[in-house]
């Protein structure tokens, strides 16, 4: 497993509920030298809780070397599905599981709509680029992933039936939206994305 880069994806199991989509973002700072043991419990737990219905997903971005701090982010259909993974029974037991490896409560932050592309690991708090930004740089983002999942799986999908092929497209795009190319670019453009105005500006 790598120290500096994602330590984990899992895309959902059921099916997304309907209302607008949330992001949960949460820090927890694991004791020194129990590190191995919160990474076991999160590999063994995630597939578990994408099962749950309207469960997106799980990516978890590991410290840096030396660090403690993991970056855990949960993607749920809409706000509601999320009071409710929060109340599951399954969940309720796994963080009592885990608390001890903890040296403190966990941070969690609900975010939802663009920012969510834009906040970057380490990130104390969220504070949005201006929306044209964020707009411009998704833009991009949509183009590039367009035209090359245009070149590179339109070919491989083009005998499914027109619903599957929209469908299956679009899931690639979000996909690789959401886990590569937007936090390339917001990576690449950071100092762009967060730079003051002039004055007067």
Not at 76 to 93: G, K
Request: aromatic letters at 10%; hydrophobic letters at 50%; glycine letters at 10%.
């Amino acid at each position: 497993m790598s120290q500096a880069g994602t330590m984990m994806d899992v895309a959902p199991g059921g099916p997304a509920s309907p209302g607008r989509a949330l992001s949960v973002i949460i820090r927890r700072v694991v004791r020194a030298g129990r590190q191995a043991e919160f990474e076991a419990a999160v590999r063994a737990f995630s597939p578990v809780s994408v099962a749950f219905t309207g469960h997106l997903g799980v990516h978890v971005v590991p410290p840096p070397d030396g660090g403690c701090e993991y970056v855990v982010i949960l993607s749920f259909a809409s706000e509601s599905v999320w009071r409710e993974f929060q109340a599951w029974d399954r969940y309720q037991a796994w963080l009592e599981e885990i608390r001890p490896l903890l040296t403190d409560a966990p941070s969690v932050e609900e975010v939802s709509g663009l920012e969510t592309w834009f906040r970057l690991p380490g990130e104390r708090t969220l504070v949005p680029p201006p929306r044209w930004k964020m707009a411009l740089v998704t833009w991009v983002g949509v183009c590039l992933t367009v035209g090359t999942l245009g070149v590179v799986l339109r070919p491989l999908i083009a005998g499914w039936p027109w619903w599957a092929n929209l469908l299956g497209f679009n899931a690639a795009v979000v996909g690789a939206l959401t886990w590569g190319v937007m936090p390339v670019l917001s990576r690449a453009m950071r100092g762009w994305l967060r730079q003051d105005p002039a004055p007067g500006g």
